[in-house]
Nanobody, 121 residues
Framework: QLQLVESGGGLVQPGGSLRLSCAAS????????VGWFRQAPGKEREGVSC????????NYADSVKGRFTIFRDNAKNTVYLQMNSLKPEDTAVYYC??????????????WGRGTQVTVSS
């Protein structure tokens, strides 16, 4: 059974950092592109970042460029999202998702259940 589990969310003050993890079980992430998405209350889900399976190419939403970094550790079957300089508007439930593709091409067909990130003083 393919499963993705997110972890690392929590409460952090503005300007702080968090590292989210997306661990896969039941399959290897080596051949999957993996994306991070988020959904804030009352808002639609939006794409945050994605990393390809092949060359590890990455892309980011404009709102997080220069602050967030996505990277993967295939030996640990895990993809990470390092979030720095967090802002209150980054508050959301963060989801990871995977697609069996060398590049970040939707639709993503395997999703985790999400982890809450709250940025507040």
């Amino acid at each position: 059974q393919l499963q993705l589990v997110e972890s690392g969310g929590g409460l952090v003050q503005p300007g702080g950092s968090l590292r989210l993890s997306c661990a896969a079980s039941g399959f290897t992430l080596d051949y999957y592109a993996v994306g991070w998405f988020r959904q804030a209350p009352g808002k639609e889900r939006e794409g945050v970042s994605c990393i390809s399976s092949s060359r590890g190419s990455t892309n980011y939403a404009d709102s997080v460029k220069g602050r967030f970094t996505i990277f993967r550790d295939n030996a640990k079957n895990t993809v990470y999202l390092q979030m720095n300089s967090l802002k209150p508007e980054d508050t959301a439930v963060y989801y990871c998702a995977a697609v069996l593709s060398s590049s970040c091409r939707p639709p993503f067909d395997s999703w985790g259940r999400g982890t809450q990130v709250t940025v507040s003083s």
